[in-house]
T-cell receptor, first 116, second 116 residues
Framework: AQTVTQSQPEMSVQEAETVTLSCTYD???????LFWYKQPPSRQMILVIR??????QNATENRFSVNFQKAAKSFSLKISDSQLGDTAMYFC?????????????FGQGTTLQVKP | DVKVTQSSRYLVKRTGEKVFLECVQD?????MFWYRQDPGLGLRLIYF???????EKGDIPEGYSVSREKKERFSLILESASTNQTSMYLC???????????????FGSGTRLTVV
């Protein structure tokens, strides 16, 4: 069975600085997808970034980038130039590529506080 | 703007009541999911559906049932609410993966259920 682990329950960062959130996962499959979702205080979950396991290049979306280490089964999220609006809970998620349901498996979440 | 709409943002029910949580999506997605979110546990899958009248158990289905009579609507039913079902409930939807591609979910904004 696949599992996703986020070992940092809470983190904080000063505005404009860089922070990295950690995520590890366990699978014996080769074809899968990884995601980071953001849940602000409004509770609306928003997709931040998506990585396809067969792509070696790390995904990037503006100030958000990932460090995907397939052999180590690690998928960390880097937020550059942190803004107050980045304050949220962040979830790492995994999906098997061969799945016919697209079911996501989530980590425990990391609460990020951006301080002014 | 595409949406997943959950009928209630906050709900308070009494122990033993039958509770219905409704979710509607306007994106013509095949898949719909119900998760519960608890601190330190992340999101755990209760049930999902990949077609009308089709349903599959997730990781924690005990005490819950679901109904999907129309493609756009997926209901979660607590047959006899108990205090340990006090939680945040999140509905999500997605397209069926095509060619093994995982798209991730679109989420509703959650229902915070308190059972007293």
């Amino acid at each position: 069975a696949q599992t996703v682990t986020q070992s940092q329950p809470e983190m904080s960062v000063q505005e404009a600085e860089t922070v990295t959130l950690s995520c590890t996962y366990d699978t014996s499959e080769n074809n899968y997808y990884l995601f980071w979702y953001k849940q602000p205080p409004s509770r609306q979950m928003i997709l931040v970034i998506r990585q396809e396991a067969y792509k070696q290049q790390n995904a990037t979306e503006n100030r958000f980038s990932v460090n995907f280490q397939k052999a180590a089964k690690s998928f960390s999220l880097k937020i550059s130039d942190s803004q107050l609006g980045d304050t949220a809970m962040y979830f790492c998620a995994f999906c098997l590529g061969a799945s016919n349901t697209g079911k996501l498996i989530f980590g425990q979440g990391t609460t990020l506080q951006v301080k002014p | 703007d595409v949406k997943v709409t959950q009928s209630s943002r906050y709900l308070v029910k009494r122990t033993g009541e039958k509770v219905f949580l409704e979710c509607v999506q306007d994106m013509d997605h095949e898949n719909m999911f119900w998760y519960r979110q608890d601190p330190g546990l992340g999101l755990r899958l209760i049930y999902f559906s990949y077609d009308v009248k089709m349903k599959e158990k997730g990781d924690i289905p005990e005490g819950y049932s679901v109904s999907r009579e129309k493609k756009e609507r997926f209901s979660l039913i607590l047959e006899s609410a108990s205090t340990n079902q006090t939680s945040m409930y999140l509905c999500a939807s997605s397209f069926l993966p095509a060619g093994g591609v995982g798209y991730g979910y679109t989420f509703g904004s959650g229902t915070r259920l308190t059972v007293v």
